[in-house]
C-alpha cells in the first residue's frame, strides 16, 4: 500500500520501496518489531508483557519518525500523502494501547502470616 505519491518523480512510495532508497525501508523494520509484538503478546508472562510495552513504544517511535521523513517537503514540493502512510501510523498506536493493557491472570500468593 503506497504511502506517499511524488508527483516530481511520477513515483509512490512504500515502506519497502523509496528512489534509490533515499528513505530506507522503514517497512521492515516495523514488520520485525509487529511479528515480535505479537509473539509476546501470547506468552502468558509478565517480563513477556513488559518487554511488548517496550517494543510497542519503540515501534511507535519508529512510526513517528517515518511519517516525518516520508511526508516532509523537499526542494519546495510537498510528497502527496496516501491512506498507507496513516495506517501505519494508526496501527503503531493501536499496538501501543493493546500492550499497555494486557489480559494476564496474576496467581494470589497465599499469605504466610499466621491469624491470631
Same mark, same amino acid.
Not at 509476546?40 to 517511535?61: D, E, H, Q, S
Not at 519508529?62 to 521523513?69: F, M, N, V
Given at each position: 500500500?503506497?504511502?506517499?505519491?511524488? !508527483?516530481?518523480?511520477?513515483?509512490?512510495?512504500?515502506?519497502?520501496?523509496?528512489? !534509490?532508497?533515499?528513505?530506507? =525501508?522503514?517497512?521492515?523494520?516495523?514488520?520485525?518489531?509487529?511479528?515480535?509484538?505479537?509473539?509476546?503478546?501470547?506468552?502468558?508472562?509478565?517480563?513477556?508483557?513488559?518487554?511488548?510495552?517496550?517494543?510497542?513504544?519503540?515501534?511507535?517511535?519508529?512510526?513517528?519518525?517515518?511519517?516525518?521523513?516520508?511526508?516532509?517537503?523537499?526542494?519546495?514540493?510537498?510528497? &502527496?500523502? =496516501?491512506?498507507?502512510?496513516?495506517?501505519?501510523?494508526?496501527?503503531?498506536?493501536?499496538?501501543?494501547?493493546?500492550?499497555?493493557?494486557?489480559?494476564?491472570?496474576?496467581?494470589?500468593?497465599?499469605?504466610? &502470616? =499466621?491469624?491470631?
Amino acid at each position: 500500500m503506497p504511502w506517499t505519491y511524488h !508527483e516530481d518523480l511520477k513515483e509512490a512510495f512504500t515502506g519497502y520501496y523509496s528512489h !534509490e532508497n533515499f528513505y530506507g =525501508k522503514p517497512g521492515r523494520f516495523l514488520t520485525i518489531i509487529a511479528v515480535i509484538a505479537f509473539a509476546l503478546m501470547y506468552l502468558p508472562k509478565i517480563w513477556a508483557k513488559r518487554t511488548n510495552l517496550f517494543v510497542c513504544a519503540l515501534g511507535v517511535g519508529y512510526a513517528i519518525k517515518s511519517y516525518i521523513l516520508f511526508t516532509s517537503c523537499y526542494n519546495a514540493y510537498c510528497p &502527496e500523502k =496516501k491512506a498507507g502512510i496513516y495506517l501505519m501510523l494508526v496501527a503503531s498506536v493501536v499496538m501501543l494501547v493493546a500492550s499497555a493493557f494486557p489480559d494476564l491472570k496474576l496467581k494470589d500468593k497465599k499469605s504466610t &502470616e =499466621k491469624l491470631v
